[in-house]
Structure formats: C-alpha cells, structure tokens
C-alpha cells in the first residue's frame, strides 16, 4: 500500500495534534514564573470629585514566585496648574498569572515616611504584552476615598486609573 503525500500529511497532523494537546495536559498550571523582573511603571490618576490629578513614576520588581514590590514618586497638580512638593510611595502586592497572559494583583501603598497614608484592598488586572516586556494594568481603589496632601495641595484618589510599565533589562 502506497501513501501519498496528503496522507502523509493528514497522518502527521493527527500525530502532532495528540502530542500538543499531552504537553498542554501536562503543564504544571503555575504561571507566575512567566512574571518576573523590574519594570519602569507610569500612570495618571484624574481624580473623580477633583479637579487635581496625581502622576506617578516608579519601579515595580515581580519575583516569578506571586509577590511583587513597587516603590514610587508622585506630583499632584491642581486645577490652576500648582504643582505640590512630590512623595513617595511603596506598595506590596500578590499575583497570579492566566495561562494567557492576564494577571490579577491585589496589595496596598503606603506612604514614605510611613505615617501620613495607607491605602489597602488595592486591586488590579493587567496583561503581559509578548514577549513579556510590556505590562499594562486597570487598577481599583476601595471604595472609601483616600485623600492625599503634598505641600498644601490635596486630592481624593477615588475611583480607578490606568498604567502602563515597561520591563528595565538586566545589565
């Protein structure tokens, strides 16, 4: 009996296809390795009930394992273009990634000095754009307002924002 090509063809297909979907079966389920390293994060935050908007800059380091630690610098700017003294900021999160790329994030910020704010129950959904080097992420805050003041100018982060971090390469 001879096999032409398209059987050949058809053959390796059925053979290829059982072999994928056993190596899909067998995959351990664990994602968050598929997240790891330091990323440069940008957001602006238009505040709901303000007209101030907060901006932020900063470093966010996932370690592959589900914790993330973030460390930031903000300005708010008020309506009539005041730009208040900036401050700092540190957050610590979990995560767990999707098979395709989607993750979830959920932690709290808290001020430096520690002391004049906390904000906790701080979520976020995000997706790692391929090959991984980009991060973008919609986040939530609780839903108690938080107001933040820096050298005489305030605002109320309510609501949600976006942002945007690009990985930092390893030297």
Known sequence: ????????????????????????ADEPGNYNASLKGTYRIFSNVSSVGSTAHLYFIGVIT???NGHARMADRGTIIDSSGVTAPSFEETGMFTYAVKRDGSFTQQGSFTSNPVGSYTVTGVKCVGQIATPG???IFRWALPPEPSIFTSGGVSSERLGSFTATAVRIPQE
């Open 1 to 24: 009996m001879r096999l032409n090509g398209a059987s050949l063809a058809v053959a390796a297909c059925l053979v290829l296809l059982g072999t994928g979907s056993a190596i899909a």
């Open 62 to 64: 996932y370690d592959g």
């Open 133 to 135: 080097s980009i991060l």
